[in-house]
């Protein structure tokens, strides 16, 4: 059975962090993976989630362990997934994001790829099967089709869905790769999925069962396409002037012990 760390980028998540924890008791009881640990990286947040999360914690009388890392400067999702996956010492680690927009649940059919070994592991909310329990707007689900299509055709590499927030990777794929990683926000996503596909690790992409949650307060969608081609553009970049590659990092393999607090 292969062991699994859950890491949770949280960021002023006061008002959601005990629902949160109600899902996480909910849907925690699985039974094709040893799960070890819950990380949550708080990613500079403005408010005391230190106390919301320990009183959420014995509110729920979660019985599994959890660890909170913590850190000034509000750096990005992928920075904290970053972070969260130094503290990982198990086969697989889980990342997903703290609205559970992407129930724990569909965990259950990602257990058959674990493993067979699969390195990269990503949840779609866009291909066929994919269930919308609670639908998006029309524009917003026009927008998400777009992105993928357009990030597919500039990075040459096929996904239904770049951002889903609900992505498996193994313990070989974090040693291997994620030293070289170079984007922390919008562009993490698509950054560790062109890398999977180009450096030849086993991927696969699943369907999932996911809810709309209205974050309007934190995702702007003209900003956020802006930010998306810049960072399809720096990913491209970095891949053909060998920024990816083993011989860029005078550290590599050293470097393999990576730090980014």
């Avoid at 009881?29 to 919301?52: M, P, Q």
């Avoid at 930010?227 to 399809?232: E, F, G, P, R, V």
Wanted: hydrophobic residues 40%; positive net charge.
């Amino acid at each position: 059975m292969e062991s699994l760390t859950i890491v949770i980028p949280i960021y002023n998540e006061e008002n959601r962090i005990e629902k949160s924890i109600k899902a996480l008791k909910k849907d925690f009881n699985l039974g094709g993976v040893e799960l070890k640990k819950v990380i949550f990286v708080d990613d500079g947040s403005d408010d005391d989630i230190k106390k919301k999360l320990q009183d959420a914690h014995l509110k729920a009388n979660l019985k599994i362990s959890y660890q909170l890392i913590s850190y000034k400067k509000n750096r990005g999702r992928g920075h904290a997934v970053k972070i969260g996956a130094q503290f990982a010492k198990t086969d697989y680690i889980l990342y997903m994001d703290a609205d559970f927009s992407i129930p724990l649940k569909n965990l259950n059919k990602f257990f058959p790829y674990m493993e067979k070994g699969y390195d990269v592991i990503s949840g779609s909310k866009k291909m066929p099967e994919s269930v919308a329990k609670i639908p998006r707007g029309f524009v917003r689900n026009i927008v998400g089709y777009g992105h993928s299509l357009i990030a597919s055709m500039l990075l040459g590499v096929f996904y239904w869905d770049f951002q889903g927030g609900f992505k498996i990777f193994s313990k070989k794929y974090i040693k291997e790769v994620f030293p070289m990683l170079r984007i922390d926000r919008w562009g993490f996503d698509m950054e560790v999925l062109f890398l999977a596909k180009k450096m030849g690790f086993k991927t696969k992409e699943l369907p999932v069962i996911w809810n709309h949650i209205d974050r309007d307060s934190k995702v702007k969608l003209v900003r956020d396409i802006t930010k998306s081609l810049k960072d399809i553009f720096e990913i491209q970049i970095n891949w053909l002037t060998g920024k990816y590659h083993y011989h860029y990092y005078k550290f590599f393999p050293a470097r393999l012990d990576f730090h980014y607090l």
